[in-house]
């Protein structure tokens, strides 16, 4: 198993931009899905960016490609979450998750069972 932290959330304008960072400790030299999900007032926890540790490829819902950048650090076992260009939608409390065990088909959301706490990010027209 392993334990998410995230840290970095806050309160920015339109156009603004963030980096969300969320230490990994535990078993991380399992192989895993590692993402970040986002849970806007209101609404449904959805996905914004994941990536497999065996592979490179990450992807990124449409609504913050382009804009969001999702990466790790393998030495201090942190992945970050840089969002630019930020908008009043982006307003969500933005969790890091694992799924622990998984290589490949990173989209199945329901293996993704290890959560951090959250954190909030606040974007103001």
């Known amino acids: 198993q392993v334990h998410l932290e995230e840290t970095g959330g806050g309160s920015v304008q339109t156009g603004g931009s963030l980096r969300l960072s969320c230490s990994v400790s535990?078993?991380?030299?399992?192989?895993?899905?590692l993402g970040w999900f986002r849970r806007p007032p209101g609404k449904e926890r959805e996905n914004v960016a994941y990536?497999?540790?065996?592979?490179?490829?990450?992807q990124y819902a449409d609504s913050v490609k382009g804009r969001f950048t999702i990466s790790r650090d393998n030495d201090k076992n942190i992945i970050y979450l840089e969002m630019n260009n930020l908008i009043p939608e982006d307003t969500a409390i933005y969790s890091c998750?694992?799924?622990?065990?998984?290589?490949?088909?990173?989209?199945?959301?329901?293996?993704?069972?290890?959560w951090g706490q959250g954190t909030q990010v606040t974007v103001s027209s």
């Open positions: 998750s694992a799924a622990v065990g998984w290589m490949d088909n990173c989209a199945v959301w329901n293996r993704y069972t290890s």
């Open positions: 535990g078993d991380t030299d399992a192989a895993m899905c």
């Open positions: 990536f497999s540790t065996t592979s490179a490829a990450t």
